[in-house]
């Protein structure tokens, strides 16, 4: 007999994991964003243009986890693991940096807007690869990256234009690093679950 609660559980866990992988770009985005602030950037541009690029970006390396997990389920989810782990190695690496990559942004014109957008999206293209092999709900996890996206880089550039220059650029380190830890602890999860399910 089938447990009435099965479907309760799914849709709180499955919610989880969808939080523990998109959260962390979120992180990665506020340090992008603090930034752009501290540099007096406008905040509709880039958040209308990251939208966009974080949200489509990821969707190559989700079809392609999608397609490789469905044929080497725990492989695809141990290799989704250590890509996870090598982006938390880079935010961490940002984080560590004098010259923020942000300075290297332009919004001055639609080819440097659209330059900049696929420079904040590249983690995002990484991601999409664990994000296909955990077999998470595509629909719901684009539209998760698409709001919070939004959200974040607006929200990250008021602050950010509202703060010190010193105090900002700490806030923007510690986004870095805290993206960094999450990506690497998912990263980890997501190997040993596949370890200890396969």
């Not at 105090?167 to 040993?192: D, P």
Request: with cysteine; glycine share 12%.
């Amino acid at each position: 007999m089938d447990c009435p609660f099965d479907g309760a559980v799914a849709v709180p866990v499955t919610m989880l994991r969808t939080i523990a992988f998109v959260g962390p770009l979120g992180f990665d985005t506020l340090a992008v964003a603090i930034a752009l602030g501290l540099g007096g950037v406008k905040p509709w541009l880039p958040a209308a243009i990251f939208t966009v690029f974080e949200t489509i970006m990821p969707i190559f390396g989700i079809f392609a986890g999608r397609l490789i997990g469905e044929r080497f389920s725990e492989p695809a989810e141990i290799l989704g693991g250590l890509v996870l782990i090598g982006v938390g190695v880079h935010a961490f690496r940002e984080a560590m940096e004098n010259e923020h990559e942000s300075k290297r942004f332009s919004f001055v014109s639609l080819p440097a807007a659209a330059a900049a957008g696929v420079g904040i999206s590249m983690d995002e293209l990484a991601v999409g690869f664990p994000l296909g092999a955990a077999r998470l709900p595509i629909v719901t996890v684009l539209l998760t990256i698409a709001v919070q996206t939004f959200l974040v880089t607006a929200g990250g550039i008021l602050v950010g234009s509202s703060i010190g220059s010193a105090f900002g650029k700490l806030a923007s380190r510690y986004a870095h690093a805290i993206a960094g830890s999450a990506f690497a602890a998912v990263g980890i999860w997501l190997i040993v679950e596949a370890v200890t399910h396969g």
